[in-house]
């Protein structure tokens, strides 16, 4: 008997991913200039991959504990409670996952059932939608505006609150609109979240790249949030951790608890050397996050005043290392200024309706690249608006 | 301060409207820090970094580690002050360890800077002995790689 491959019936409703489409267009030409991809241009700081040789040269190459290192959860917690006010126990409320992609997967898997609905802030990173889609349960979308700084209002958020309204996802600091919440934001939409039993599920992978004048505020530290918010972060972007694949969770005993026990058998523990850099850089990697920030700060001060001066409307972005400028001005969709622009320009960018529907005539730029390299694209996109205007 | 001398050092021909984009900040205060950077003597100048090796006529580096009787009131100030007036000397640095003065001399051919150092250093009083090194290669200088290779971007398009 021939086998039979049968998918799983949730997989039909992941679309693939725009992203992909345009990769495979992108991958015909040799010389381009990206301005495309999402993670840090810098290298991990030195004394951080010291730390994982150390870890190596010392043969601490074993399984950690499921939960994670404890050293680790200790420095998490500390973080937490220094960086953003608020308190979460090492021993019982933190998970050390792969990556926060882990985490907020661990999450999903843990919190959602069939036919639950999650209701997810878009434009936003393109991973949660189809993500909700796996577990069976249902993606609500709301969109968020231009118009608004691509914040969440509280009225938008009650009007898709249903009673199988399970999951809040707050993608703030935001990739790909560089939007924030502030604290005030916060507290509106908090007050429409207490008056239900519903949970958010915080993203703050970005939390530590935020250039207004005040720092990142966690929705957990808003009064009565904290014990129905799950926090998930990592140290891809604050310290150029991406390939050490390095997360984490932090939530109330009960749901760390459950998503440990799914963790154990998916996952069984998040890389061991990783864990050991990741105590380094808690511990002395202020300063790299710092000098990282300013420069990403230069680059996007740069790249916005270069778009305004195209005569391009984009939004000022206070966080992550996107900017997402509204292109609808010049008549083309998302996707063929993106195609046209990698065409004749050689420069590609991620059409916005990648991030949902509601990014249709928006491109997302990267700054996660050198001043140098941003000039020479940000030069080129202007050349290529020029030439559209003139026909 | 430390922002505007930090772009100059990486760019020294950025203008004072770029520098204040980049750093968020108003042209006119950038040109002001910039004014005072100058008259305080934190800015001597600003130069080109040539890379000689394109050149038609490719001059000879050497540096000259000079052993110096110090003079009694005056320290090395004296001596130093008779070498860094030579014309062929483009760097002199009073240094700790085995020798005193580290002096960096540029010209023509081999031959110019052993006369030089024969003829108009080593025969300075306060200079007791020299050891001259020539340079072979420039690899690095003043913060510059002279032949950078293009180095591809290492990172995969993921999502």
Known sequence: MEPKVIFNHHLKNVKPSVVGKFLE?????????????????????????????????????FYSP?????????????????????????????????????????AYRTLLNPGDEVLIVQPSYLVYEPMVYMAGAVPIIIETF???????????LREKI??????????????????????????????????????????????????????????????????????????????????????YACA????????????????????TVSQFAAIEALKNGAGDILAMRNE????????????????????????????????????????????????????AVIPGNAFGQCGEGFIRISYSFSLKHIIEATNRMEEFIQELSQG | MDDVLKLLKQNARMSFGEMAV?????ESEVAKTVEKLEKDGVIKGYQAIVNYEKLPHIPVFALIECKVMPKAEYGFQEIADRVMALDEVESVYLMAGNYDLAVFVKGNTMQEVANFVAKRLSTLDSILSTSTRFVLQRYKQDGVIIDEKEVRDPRNMVL
Not at chain 1, 42 to 52: K, N, Y
Not at chain 1, 83 to 106: H, N
Request: net charge negative; with cysteine.
């Open chain 1, 25 to 61: 267009i992108a991958n015909e030409y040799k010389e381009i200039i990206s301005l495309s991809v999402g993670e840090p241009d810098f290298q991990t700081p030195w004394h951080i991959r010291q730390a994982g040789i150390e870890a190596l040269e010392q043969g601490k190459t």
């Open chain 1, 66 to 106: 499921v939960r994670g290192l404890l050293a680790l959860r200790q420095e998490i917690s500390d973080y937490m409670h220094k960086r953003f006010d608020v308190l979460y126990q090492p021993k019982t409320e933190i998970l050390v996952t792969v990556g926060s992609s882990e985490a907020i997967e661990m």
């Open chain 1, 146 to 156: 231009e118009k608004d700084g691509f914040r969440l209002k509280p009225e938008q």
């Open chain 1, 162 to 247: 249903t009673s199988k309204t399970r999951l809040l996802i707050l993608p703030y600091p935001c990739n790909p609109t560089g939007a924030i919440m502030e604290k005030e934001d916060l507290e509106a939409i908090a007050e429409v979240i207490r008056e239900t039993d519903m949970l958010v599920l915080s993203d703050e992978i970005y939390a530590e790249l935020n250039y207004s004048d005040i720092s990142h505020v966690s929705i957990a530290s808003i009064e009565g949030m904290r014990q129905r918010t799950i926090v998930t972060s990592g140290f891809s972007k604050a310290f150029a951790m991406t390939g050490w694949r390095i997360g």
């Open chain 1, 252 to 271: 109330p005993e009960e749901i760390i608890l459950a998503m440990t026990k799914y963790h154990q058998y998916a996952i069984m523990c998040a890389p």
């Open chain 1, 296 to 347: 990403y700060n230069m680059r996007r001060r740069y790249i916005v005043d270069r778009l305004l001066k195209m005569g391009l409307s984009c939004y000022e972005p206070k966080g992550a290392f996107y900017v997402f400028p509204n292109i609808s001005s010049t008549g083309l969709s998302s996707e063929d200024f993106c195609e046209r622009l990698l065409k004749q320009k050689q420069v």
């Open chain 2, 22 to 26: 980049l750093l968020g900040k108003e």
